[in-house]
């Protein structure tokens, strides 16, 4: 009997026999009705307009010059302001250890816990995601002692703002523990390890050359939410009298809104442009999107 011209020729295997053909689709598929189509571009202006309308806002309302004229005097007096200028300093002072913080506690516990105790892993989330069921306010509230007893017997560390990377740490946790737990997911973890112990390799090295380049993708998404997160907290860091970046932009709103708006509109710009480079500029995002395509069904 011959085949149906309708269905698609199995392939040669390299190996000898034949490749399992995909069946099609018979057809370029259901056409999607007029009703659903605007229903889709009704959401999706909505979101947009959502999420965009506030900062063409903000831009019109920190440009704003002298008789209905345009200026960009806002954004050059950021750099002029001593206290906005230190307040941004240390905010990504905080951030950059907070980062190495987090990623110093949580990726080698999490690949401790996969390839040695498996059963602790559901115990490591539950802690990693506990920060969530807290306010700000609580969590401030019960470590204001501590940094009290900081401030009077540790000296100027203890009276530092770059203290505030403990709290922040405590806060990231959960956002990083599922960015870097979504990467272990796409790897055997297990095999990797065992493999590169029996080369000689210690763990310090086989967590640094071998797991980590696998998961760049998940450490950067972590990177990013810590980085977001500590440049946009203000209810601890107010609190406890640091003057970090939104605290800054508290007071500065009080005396000169335009520069406090066109500082909030820069932060926000930066956040994005440090989502846009992990996206499309880190290590394998090509490799990703070309694997996507490939694993996309023919119509």
Known sequence: MTAPESAPLAAAAPTGGALV????RGGRGRRRSPLTTAARLAILVLVLGYLILPLFAML???????YGSRSLESFRAI??????VDGITTSLEIAVLTVFGMLLLLVPTMVWTVVRVPRMRRVVEFLCLLPLAFPAIVIVVGIA????????????????PLT?????????????YRAIDSG???????TLADASRSLGAGWPRTILEVIVPNIRGGILSAAVLAIALV????????LLSFHTLQVVIYLLGKRDPFVSVAVSLSALIFAFVLLYVMAHFAPGAGE??????EEEPAA
Do not use: K
């Open 164 to 176: 505030l990377a403990f709290i922040d740490i405590i806060l990231v946790l959960p956002y990083a």
């Open 21 to 24: 053909a995909r069946p099609g």
């Open 288 to 293: 990703r999107a070309q694997r996507v395509l």
């Open 231 to 238: 440049l946009g907290e203000y209810t601890i860091s107010s």
């Open 60 to 66: 019109e309302f920190s440009t704003r010059g002298d």
């Open 79 to 84: 750099l002029d302001d001593p206290d906005l």
């Open 184 to 190: 272990l997911r796409t790897i055997d973890v297990a």
């Open 145 to 160: 002692p501590i940094y009290q007893w900081m401030g009077r017997n540790l000296g100027a560390f203890g009276g530092s």
